[in-house]
């Protein structure tokens, strides 16, 4: 089992950056793959991005593909989001996930593919 914690979110203007991390305890986080997803008031959870056990495939959602880079320190158990051209229509809860490390990142957009959830940091980007 793995317990995540996220760190790093916080109010912005429109056109700030911000960088996300999430520390993994309990069990190696290269054991892992490993996805951030988010959530705003009102609306369904939606996939951000999600990275490969070893940090060799990655995988974007749309909305914030050439604006955010995920990466992940395995020596760190850390796992990171740099989010840069904030939008306000990024505002939301960020959550990272781990999940089966042997599930392609290609399919790794799914909530259900994730066994561990952190509680979240909250993004706010003001326009």
């Known amino acids: 089992q793995v317990q995540l914690v996220e760190s790093g979110g916080g109010l912005v203007q429109a056109g700030g950056s911000l960088r996300l991390s999430c520390a993994a305890s309990?069990?190696?986080?290269?054991?892992?793959?490993m996805g951030w997803f988010r959530q705003a008031p009102g609306k369904e959870r939606e996939f951000v991005a999600a990275?490969?056990?070893?940090?060799?495939?990655?995988v974007y959602a749309d909305s914030v593909k050439g604006r955010f880079t995920i990466s992940r320190d395995n020596a760190k158990n850390t796992v990171f989001l740099k989010m840069d051209s904030l939008k306000p229509e990024d505002t939301a809860g960020y959550s990272c996930?781990?999940?089966?490390?042997?599930?392609?990142?290609?399919?790794?957009?799914?909530?259900?593919?994730?066994?561990?959830w952190g509680q979240g940091t909250q993004v706010t980007v003001s326009s």
């Open positions: 309990g069990r190696a986080s290269s054991d892992y793959t």
């Open positions: 990275i490969s056990w070893n940090g060799g495939s990655t």
């Open positions: 996930a781990a999940g089966n490390p042997m599930t392609a990142v290609a399919v790794a957009v799914i909530p259900d593919e994730y066994a561990y």
